[in-house]
């Protein structure tokens, strides 16, 4: 399904399957290979696997089926992810929140103060780093765990559905910030989205995908440079690549109904 890219790979998902409870085909065969740099879209309707696909990248749940092979020297440890949900701790404060992957690894506040400081200036929210979640918009939450995930530098990013509960002008705004932010840490991201614009916006491959059994269908490229900005979003080029988005969106839920 996808073919080699110029880049050097870092991960590769071959012929990867989950089956729960010994009859629930979560995914099926899935193959893809990630490139480092690469931004991705998992892009289907409810129930294709796509939130699947990312726990098992996260190695948060393992194959039934196939394997994942980290190729590129790194291992599911250096890992950044972001839920739908931000997942805050209510009871800190953001920088303390921010600080978690830190934590986890035993390192102390005080060494990486400036490390999320920096971070939280990468998504605009320096000024709030005592601040408590409540005191945040839904935005600005989502912001925060954008910063904690992208706080230890790691070199790739999963992000299930982050922007979902957004409205529409937020989630404009994330999908731009969130380009630049990629570009200012270099690394790569699988995103999992249902939205057609959001994944060509943001992606250079879009990997389509079906249900029953969960699997990829198609694989598009967005051949369009970085940064991306208003004007793309705008013009004819964008518009021609969401109704190719579509059609094989279509695709995929014709061939489940
Ligand atoms: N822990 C589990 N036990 C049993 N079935 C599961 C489990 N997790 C997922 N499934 C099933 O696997 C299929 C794929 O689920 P998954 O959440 O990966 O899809 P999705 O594409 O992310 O859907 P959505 O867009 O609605 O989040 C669904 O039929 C789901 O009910």
Redesign the pocket.
Known sequence: MTDATAREEILRVENVG?T??GS????KGMTLSVGKGDFIS?L????????????LIADL?HPTAGRINWTGGQGAGDLGVVFQEPTLMPWATVAQNVFLPFRLRGRKFADVEGEILDALEMVGLAKFARSYPRELSGGMKMRVSIARAMVTRPRLILM??PFAALDEITRFKLNNDLLEMKARIGCTVIF?T?SVFESVFLSDRIVV?A??P?RVIRELRVDEAYPRDEEFRTSAKYAAYTREATAALHEAMGETA
């Open positions: 989950k729960f409870n629930v085909v979560a995914l998992l289907g309707p409810s129930g294709c696997g796509k939130s699947t696909a990312l726990r749940i299930d559905e999992v249902h995908m249900a029953r969960g």
